[in-house]
């Protein structure tokens, strides 16, 4: 079973900077892709960042684009997002998703999240 930790989150004025962290414990961190996903008050969940297994291949939101960078250590099994230029509107709850496809439709696991909180 895989077990994913979020950290990272708190409080900050709008354009300020976070960076999120994932870590990925239970079963092989390399074979499966990573995501970062969130969930803003009354909303769905949607796709923030996505990131291969190698870390060769990543995909962002329009939303995030420019803005946030997704990467990760595989010698530490962590992912992390670096998050820059925040807005208001980036509030939400950030998940953390290990999949071992890229299909994003159907993730193998969550993390239990951390909130993200920006101030205007």
């Known amino acids: 079973q895989v077990q994913l930790v979020e950290s990272g989150g708190g409080l900050v004025q709008a354009g300020g900077s976070l960076r999120l962290s994932c870590a990925f414990a239970g079963r092989t961190f390399i074979i499966y892709h990573m995501a970062w996903f969130r969930q803003a008050p009354g909303k769905e969940r949607e796709f923030v960042a996505a990131?291969?297994?190698?870390?060769?291949?990543?995909s962002y939101a329009d939303s995030a684009k420019g803005r946030f960078t997704i990467s990760r250590d595989n010698a530490k099994n962590t992912i992390y997002l670096q998050m820059n230029s925040l807005k208001p509107e980036d509030t939400a709850v950030y998940y953390c998703?290990?999949?071992?496809?890229?299909?994003?439709?159907?993730?193998?696991?969550w993390g239990k999240g951390t909130l993200v909180t920006v101030s205007s």
């Open positions: 998703a290990a999949d071992q496809t890229l299909d994003w439709h159907d993730v193998d696991y």
């Open positions: 990131i291969s297994w190698s870390g060769g291949t990543t």
